[in-house]
């Protein structure tokens, strides 16, 4: 038993060391995307500090939401973000299982790259849309009488770019259509809809991403224009910026190459070594491997030989 632990724990330990080499290398190469990405993610957070200085408390607006689903109060209002905050979580450690798991499907470095890709789009057009209309926040520290409501204005710009984490974005207002919550859910599930393995999981992730939709505006964090707006949009984004990005290497192969955005120079070689082949005789693609009969100087395919053998 003991025997059979120290081999598995030594084949995890090599499994868990190469992957790690692997994603390195992964990152040396991608690491201004990455840092791009997370540099927009504070941006973002820039952006929805400043909206609340400009933000004015006033009545609640009216909503088929609010009228339809209890409101939770303010003692219930934590369950909303314990939902994200399990949807968060189990993404995030989900993307790192190709380091534990033999079934490795993605490499991590590239799948976060894409991730930030869709999160920066789509909170770029958040940003644009609560910047031109600002509406009364319908969160309890937004309201008349709050303290929070109104944010006094800063007295240096450290104040504005330390943006009070965690506290300024629990607390924000005015930054409402559309939901940033309803963002990385939306995103973390479409993400493994097409990457992720287990059906059954598939369909959990999106009944929680409706349950999540439902909390949030049941705790009025958020109105039910918000979280709409955030279904249709954050599922649009998603599929054009999808479309603009080159795909991720299906590791399940074993034999497929890592899609890189190509700098000119590799793509250069790359045509180099096609013209090459071609040359020599030899097809570009690697999966066409059919054998040719040579038949009066010319290649014909297995399918057409006999024909032509028999002069047909």
């Excluded at 504070?42 to 004015?56: C, F, P």
């Excluded at 607006?61 to 939902?83: C, R, V």
């Excluded at 793509?267 to 690697?286: A, I, Y």
Aim: aromatic share 12%; proline share 5%; with cysteine.
């Amino acid at each position: 038993m003991t025997l059979y632990i120290g081999r598995e724990a030594s084949k995890l330990w090599k499994r868990i060391c190469a992957e790690t080499t692997t994603e390195l290398n992964l990152l040396a190469d991608n690491w201004k995307y990455l840092l791009a990405g997370i540099v927009c993610q504070y941006i973002h957070g820039l952006a929805a500090r400043g909206v609340h200085y400009i933000h004015r408390p006033g009545p609640t607006l009216q909503d088929l939401g609010f009228l339809l689903l209890p409101e939770l109060g303010q003692d219930k209002a934590y369950i909303s973000e314990t939902l994200f905050s399990l949807i968060f979580l189990s993404f995030f450690l989900w993307t790192f299982h190709p380091f534990i798991l033999k079934s490795k499907r993605i490499y991590t470095v590239l799948l976060w790259c894409r991730v930030l890709a869709f999160l920066v789009v789509s909170q770029l057009l958040r940003i644009i849309t609560f910047y031109s209309t600002q509406l009364p926040g319908p969160n309890y520290h937004c309201r008349e009488g709050s303290k929070l409501a109104r944010l006094p204005h800063p007295q240096s710009v450290l104040e504005v770019l330390l943006i009070n984490f965690p506290r300024g974005v629990m607390y924000g207002c005015g930054d409402l259509i559309f939901s940033s919550h309803m963002i990385f859910t939306l995103v973390f599930v479409l993400t493994y809809q097409k990457y992720g393995t287990r059906r059954f999981l598939k369909q959990f992730a999106w009944m929680l991403a409706v349950i999540q939709s439902f909390l949030i505006v049941a705790s009025r964090k958020h109105y039910t224009v918000d979280v709409v707006v955030a279904w249709y949009t954050v599922n649009l984004v998603v599929f054009f910026v999808d479309k603009k990005l080159p795909e991720l290497p299906d590791r399940t192969s074993g034999n497929s190459p890592i899609l890189l955005p190509l700098t000119m120079k590799e793509k250069d070689s790359r045509t180099k070594e096609e013209n090459h082949k071609l040359l020599n005789g030899n097809s570009v693609d690697p999966s066409d491997r059919r054998p040719r009969t040579h038949v009066n100087g010319k290649n014909l395919e297995d399918g057409n030989a006999d024909t032509a053998m028999n002069g047909a």
